[in-house]
Every structure is written in C-alpha cells, then in structure tokens.
C-alpha cells in the first residue's frame, strides 16, 4: 500500500500558483519524498524529490514540514499543459527503483 | 538524449495467447523497471532488472516474466493473456549512480486482451 495521502482532485486557475499538500505520516528517517506526474496516457514524469530540506528546481518547490510527516508541492504559475495526476512518493535509497504509487491528485489547471 | 522508447505502442491480443513487449532505455541508464497501470489497481511495480538480473519483483503471477539484455535493453513478457491483463505497460530506466537515482518512463504499450 502507498504510504501517502493525497486529496483525489484540485483545481486551479491558469497563471496562479498551485499547491498539492501530501502527508505521510509514517516517513522514515532514510526515506525521501518524490513527486512524479502523469498527463493523460503519457508515462509519468519526475518532478522533484527531498529529504527534509526544501527544494526547487524549474519545474516545480517541494516544501517539507520540519516533522517530515507531510510536503506541498508548489507549481508557481500553473498552465493548462500542467492538468495532470500528481503522485507524492516516499522512497529510500536502493527502493527508487521499485516505486510505489498511490491514487495521486488530478490537478485540473482551468483557464 | 533520447528517451525511453517501447514498442510497440499499442497492441491487441485475444484470451490465451501470449506477448511481449520491448524497452530501450536512456543510453547509459543500468536499471529497467516495469509496471502495469490499469483504472482499477492504479500503477503497480511489475519488476526491475539491472545487470541482466532481477532485482526486484512486484506481487504479480508467475506468467508475467522479464529478462535484460547485456546492452541494458529488456522485455517483458506474459504467457496465457487474460481479460484483466488489458492495461498501460510503462517501462522506466535509470542511471543507478546514487541512492537518489530517478526513474525515467517511457509512452507505455497499450495492450488490449480481447
């Protein structure tokens, strides 16, 4: 079973920033936490990933709590090309290659 | 770089018979992971192959098998196809150069068991 949870859908307007909120509560020590999303039918696509200190890359911002029990995920200036299902997953090193997903959120970007 | 790339893309099969489908991963990438996506089970880890051996295996049955070629490529392959086995194979690749290694997917196969 995944060990996160995530709100099934959100919405959010073209050019506003969007933010998905991911708990996992039961985070180990050594476990990192990923983003991955998949647009409709596409395999998914890696966003960003952290320990426990925030991150931020071109695509997206990962902040994470200081009790690492939950993160948000922060596109700044959503488009409509960012409609897609986002999966928050925690993985350590050497499970990276065995991920597994949850039910993730279907972010809809609406104009 | 070109990315990862499976063929076929998309394929039909009919109750019994068997299949197999191809990934090539992003040059220099080591490790090829499976998965199965269906509408109902979601995306689910299939297994993972690096260095030609099975790292790693998913809770599917024994007619879902895998192999790794030396030049990193992998098929997948499932014997006596059932209704259920209609779904979106995504192959991932990845560099095993840190613990921190990211998975790269490929389009999918679409396989449909009529």
């Known amino acids: 079973d995944a060990k996160t949870t995530q709100p099934p859908s959100m919405d959010c307007a073209e050019g506003r920033a969007a933010n998905l909120p991911c708990n996992h509560s039961?985070?180990?020590?050594?476990?990192?936490v990923y983003w991955y999303r998949q647009i409709h039918s596409q395999g998914p696509q890696y966003i960003i990933h952290?320990?426990?200190n925030n991150e931020t890359n071109e695509m997206a911002s990962l902040i994470i709590t200081e009790d690492r029990k939950s993160s948000t995920l922060i596109l700044p200036h959503a488009t409509l090309r960012d409609t897609a299902v986002y999966y928050c997953?925690?993985?350590?090193?050497?499970?990276?290659?065995?991920?597994?997903f949850g039910k993730g959120t279907l972010l809809t970007v609406n104009p | 770089k070109a990315g990862v790339t499976q063929t076929p893309r998309y394929l039909i099969k009919t109750r019994g018979q068997q299949v197999t489908l191809s990934c090539s991963p992003i040059?220099?990438?080591?490790?090829v992971s499976w998965y199965q996506q269906t509408p109902g089970q979601g995306l689910q880890f299939l297994f993972e192959?690096?260095?030609?051996?099975?790292?790693n295996k998913g809770n599917f049955p024994g007619r879902f098998s895998g192999r790794q070629f030396s030049n990193s490529r992998s098929e997948m392959n499932v014997s006596t196809l059932e209704l259920g086995d209609s779904a979106l194979y995504l192959c991932?690749?990845?560099?095993?150069?840190?613990?921190?290694?990211?998975?790269?997917f490929g389009p999918g196969t679409r396989l449909t068991v009529l």
């Open positions: 991932a690749s990845s560099p095993v150069v840190s613990s921190t290694d990211t998975q790269y």
């Open positions: 039961t985070i180990s020590g050594n476990e990192y």
């Open positions: 952290g320990l426990k």
């Open positions: 997953i925690v993985s350590s090193g050497g499970s990276n290659y065995k991920l597994t």
């Open positions: 040059s220099g990438h080591r490790s």
């Open positions: 192959y690096f260095s030609e051996t099975q790292r």
